[in-house]
């Protein structure tokens, strides 16, 4: 059964297209992988099904009472919210409707026998909605999220604005999961996960019921956990039947077919071409030519994709740095809250260095920091001497 229907989807950027009479249908319980290079609108696609952009054209089309979860790395989290409120804020409909539940039996005492039965089915509604949603068991399932995502070791009680970027999106993720819509959209939600979150995200979805769409480029990632490919190029979207190796090969060969047919219609018209211009101009041949021509004319010529421009990258030459980069003196990165301890921190020309640590636990902060596209109350500028 299908739960999202597209119909002849156009849409673009200035003039830049990026779909063009694109049609398709998901179906409940698929697992999709949306791919294609990056600017093919993958992204795009994410934000005109879920209504945040609207296309120039189209039909967009939801089956009933369907919940859609998406991923928004740029989602808020209030300050003063902890991560266990944020996580359980998945819940608030359910809780919604305990807070109903409270209000009927609260009014029983005075119904009549006809009313009373009314609201009894439909305590027994809820009550049978709030079982079926695993609503008696929200802290073990918050807990069980928090720990597979590394957010129990941060502590459920930290105030969320306390943590960074890669923290955050965690808790949105981990958030996302445990509302466990019926269908899912997920855009690269593997970039802020550690290895062993990224294998316990990689059984969750195997077994997910329900159906998802994943953005992603870990394509060993993507093998493991999608039955369907979604591949966008040329403002067309294909729909290929298996994971992304399958794609891969059935790809490739359409591609040399096409190869092949594109240099055998180019013979064709180039020996059309050489035909008409020779003999359109001679009587006893000119109907001959007219015939090349007309077929010409008809011809549906096949094209082929443009190949994609590299990134060239040209550095001026600045002045030359002293021996050190930069320097830091105290230097304490965070938001509203500290990330670090004071920071003592340099480094010199020619020096070469990796920063390691978990994901989420600052190190783009501290990047960013350095080159003063962070800034916060508990935090000094460092020294910087030179370019950095």
């Not at 989290?77 to 409707?97: H, P, Q």
Request: proline fraction near 3%; charged fraction near 30%.
């Amino acid at each position: 059964m299908s739960i999202l229907n597209v119909e002849h989807l156009s849409h673009g950027f200035g003039d830049r297209a990026i779909f063009e009479d694109v049609s398709f249908r998901l179906l409940r319980g698929e697992h999709i992988g949306l791919v294609g290079a990056n600017g093919e609108g993958k992204s795009t696609f994410f934000k005109i099904v879920t209504g945040k952009t609207e296309p120039d054209a189209g039909k967009i089309e939801w089956a009933k009472n369907v919940r859609v979860g998406y991923l928004d790395q740029h989602a808020a989290l209030e300050k003063g919210m902890t991560v266990r409120d944020a996580l359980k804020s998945a819940f608030s409909w359910l809780f919604e409707l305990e807070e109903k539940m409270n209000m009927i039996c609260d009014r029983l005492g005075g119904a009549d026998p006809e009313e009373m039965e009314t609201m009894m089915e439909e305590l027994g509604t809820i009550q049978d909605t709030l079982t079926m949603h695993d609503f008696y068991v929200i802290d073990a399932k918050v807990e069980e999220v928090s720990r597979a995502l590394g957010l129990l070791e941060l502590g459920l009680d930290r105030d969320v604005t306390d943590l960074s970027g890669g923290q955050r999106t965690r808790i949105l993720l981990g958030k996302l999961l445990l509302e466990k819509p019926d269908i899912l959209l997920l855009d690269e939600p593997t970039n802020y996960l550690d290895e062993e979150h990224i294998s316990w995200l990689k059984r969750y979805l195997t077994e997910y019921e329900n159906a998802f769409v994943l953005i992603s480029h870990d394509i060993p990632f993507l093998n493991d956990v999608v039955n369907v490919i979604y591949h966008m190029e040329n403002q067309s979207l294909d729909r290929y039947v298996g994971n992304y190796d399958d794609f891969q090969r059935v790809y490739e060969v359409k591609k040399a077919q096409l190869e092949a047919a594109y240099k055998r219609q180019q013979q064709e018209i180039s020996q059309l071409k050489d035909f008409v211009a020779r003999n359109k101009a001679r009587v006893s041949t000119r109907n001959m030519a007219m015939s090349r021509q007309k077929k010409l004319d008809k011809m549906d010529v096949i094209e082929l994709a443009a190949e994609r421009p590299k990134p060239e990258f040209h550095f001026k030459t600045g002045q030359t740095p002293g021996k050190y980069i930069f320097e830091t003196k105290d230097f304490v990165i965070g938001y509203e809250e500290p990330l670090s301890s004071p920071l003592n921190l340099s480094l010199e020309r020619g020096q070469k260095i990796a920063l390691t640590g978990a994901n989420g636990i600052g190190k783009t902060t501290l990047i960013r920091s350095i080159l003063g596209y962070e800034s916060g109350d508990s935090m000094e500028a460092p020294a910087v001497c030179g370019t950095a």
